[in-house]
């Protein structure tokens, strides 16, 4: 009985000393990580201007332009601070010395932000990510999950609406 005993105030005195720390990782929730579709980040007034855009013509001298007013950069502010893991590509900004990328833009489709015109703000996501992922090809679809946030981030390659510090990447896999 005695046994029994000691090893019941062993977690007692553990559970005591977590909500006495309660940073601690033993009460940690891992985020149930919630799978967006890009779409989700259009507000519906969005949705509805893209569904009804004229044909983009890629002919001519001019560069291909959509309208402004699908340009806004607007947020569903219900995403803010949403645990999401989505897909999408890379379009590097930032690498360290060994060619690992710490900072890039995801893109709902390749070649995003490189032909022009890049897509709405809305539907770019800059990510930073401090283990830096290696990249063989740039056409490689990958799974970023984090914490999406509702904040603008303007660069010379393009606007995001959204960000996420990656807690994880992986290559794309249905």
């Not at 799978?35 to 969005?46: A, F, H, I, T």
């Not at 070649?111 to 063989?136: F, R, T």
């Not at 490689?140 to 393009?158: F, H, I, M, R, S």
Request: proline share 11%.
């Amino acid at each position: 009985m005695e046994r029994f005993m000691l090893t019941m105030r062993i977690p007692g005195a553990l559970i005591v000393a977590m909500l006495m720390f309660p940073g601690s990782s033993a009460f940690a929730e891992t985020p149930q990580w919630r799978e967006v579709d890009w779409l989700e980040l259009m507000p519906e007034e969005d949705l509805r201007l893209l569904e009804n855009l004229p044909e983009i013509e890629h002919e001519g001298s001019g560069p291909v332009t959509l309208p402004d007013e699908i340009m806004t950069g607007r947020v569903v502010p219900e995403m803010n601070n949403t645990p999401a893991r989505i897909p999408g590509f890379v379009v590097p900004l930032k690498t360290v010395g060994d060619q690992r990328i710490v900072e890039f833009f995801l893109v709902p489709y390749y070649g995003a932000c490189i032909h022009v015109p890049p897509p709405p703000p809305n539907q770019i996501i800059h990510v930073k990510y401090e283990k830096g992922l290696k990249l063989d090809v740039l056409y490689d679809p990958y799974w970023v999950q984090g914490v999406l946030k509702t904040e603008k981030t303007d660069n010379v390659v393009a606007s995001s609406s959204y960000t996420i510090v990656a807690d994880d990447i992986e290559p794309y896999t249905d």
